[in-house]
């Protein structure tokens, strides 16, 4: 049964009902527990679904510049896949870290930790120096907790010693009913989209974004030639987009004909299916005959090398990734899914006079662009699959053995997908089969 504050969310009620309406004491939230810690230390197959479940938790106390959010869908990024593996570290040390600062940070360090990165929904209730947002509206979260007090955040709000990934860092994430976030997170949902197709894009639209297009990425030129690897993933997706608005040119690399074919779908026409390049050998692209072929197959579909390669795989194609960029090219990497300590061939760095660059998330004028670009319909979700919260430990599951493409997206508070469009206007002119390519 729902809180008289979810039906009233849930029917649409104007802002002035939910102020008067009491906020839930308690509310249903995926959560990894501290208890469980140790539970794949033995094992080899970490299935998240073992650790990764949804109880009911107490509704935290909101901070003067914090609002709290109805989440009506959130999804799944690979943050998730780490804290319910334990891995590289216990997120339960964030918590405990924020424990130790004091303040209201020590309400995060708790014996339960509620996950997720990305929600779209409702605002129901804003701290006392929150101005810029009014209960009632409709939002999506950038994944980015910043601390305003840094002098570094001023410069860039990535910089900050203290900026966090909400939801991996920090406690009180979007797979949940409810959520407490920073109002310095706050954007407004595209009209256009539906909860669950909002809900996917803030964390890896806005990564991609920071990681191509951003002054503190790689600077992509038109006609710039640019690899993606998992180019139908949650972070891949938007970086073809991204690519093709911006006048260059994606090469997409997949794992399967279906996958090339999403990637058609999207416009990107040069893809190359590792399957072929591999031919019944998966290590092949950890060694030099692989990286090869690789180029071979490349140069054949575009007739040059990459100017830029997106990196977030990790230790399976980072020396790949290395040798593949052209002389003077750029490796930009985000994450490594696959193992974070990385082993290649420093020479074609030195020697070829490459760069590598890092980026991480990005700051919250870069995610306006990004979600400027998604409420103008130029960049369409990556939305493949969408579960109900109940079986987020499923959803998490489909995202670690790698069986989804583009993002997967988790219904919280909505009862059904398709539900949350606000201008049907604008659905229409970006169309119903744009918004639906990776769904089939």
């Not at 410069?155 to 920090?170: I, Y």
């Amino acid at each position: 049964m729902q809180s008289p504050m979810s039906e009233a969310v849930l029917a649409d009620a104007p802002g002035k009902e939910l102020e008067s309406l009491p906020v839930p004491d308690s509310f249903r939230a995926a959560t990894v527990r501290v208890e469980d810690v140790d539970a794949f230390r033995s094992t080899e197959d970490k299935d998240v679904r073992k650790s990764l479940g949804v109880t009911r938790v107490p509704m935290p106390e909101l901070a003067p510049d914090e609002a709290l959010v109805a989440v009506m869908a959130s999804s799944i990024n690979y943050n998730t896949v780490w804290t319910a593996m334990f891995e590289p570290v216990p997120t339960f040390r964030f918590l405990e870290q924020m424990g130790r600062a004091g303040g209201w940070e020590a309400r995060h360090d708790l014996p339960y930790h509620i996950v997720g990165s990305d929600a779209a929904g409702v605002v129901v209730r804003t701290g006392s120096s929150v101005r810029k947002w009014k209960v009632g509206e409709r939002v999506v979260v950038s994944p980015a907790y910043v601390d305003e007090q840094d002098p570094d955040t001023h410069r860039d709000g990535m910089l900050g010693e203290g900026q966090k990934a909400w939801g991996f860092e920090t406690n009180f994430g979007g797979l949940a009913q409810y959520a407490v976030v920073r109002a310095s997170q706050l954007m407004p949902k595209p009209a256009a989209l539906t909860w669950e197709e909002a809900a996917v894009n803030p964390l890896c639209a806005s990564t991609a974004y920071r990681m191509l297009v951003s002054d503190r990425g790689a600077c992509m030129k038109q006609g710039d030639v640019v690899l993606v690897w998992g180019a139908t993933g949650g972070l891949g997706a938007y970086a073809v987009q991204l690519v093709l608005n911006g006048g260059g040119i994606p090469v997409g690399v997949v794992n399967s004909a279906e996958k090339a074919e999403v990637l058609r779908s999207l416009g990107c026409e040069a893809v190359v299916n590792r399957a072929d390049v591999e031919d019944g050998d998966p290590g092949l692209l950890q060694r030099p005959e692989g990286w090869k072929r690789l180029g071979r197959a490349v140069r054949a579909q575009v007739g040059e090398d990459p100017h830029i390669v997106f990196e977030h795989v990790g230790r399976r194609t980072f020396a790949a990734s290395v040798f593949l960029a052209r002389r003077g090219g750029t490796v930009v990497t985000c994450g490594s899914s696959t193992g974070y300590e990385h082993l290649y061939d420093n020479r074609y760095l030195w020697m070829r006079l490459k760069r590598i660059i890092g980026s991480h998330g990005a700051n919250l004028h870069e995610q306006w662009a990004v979600n400027r670009l998604i409420a103008l319909g130029h960049v369409v979700p990556a939305l493949s699959r969408t579960y109900p919260l109940d079986d987020v430990g499923a959803a998490a599951r489909s995202v670690q053995t790698n069986q989804h493409i583009g993002k997967v997206g988790v219904l919280c508070l909505a009862p059904r997908p398709g539900l949350g469009v606000t201008d049907p206007e604008a659905r229409a002119r970006i169309g119903e089969r744009r918004l639906s390519i990776f769904r089939g």
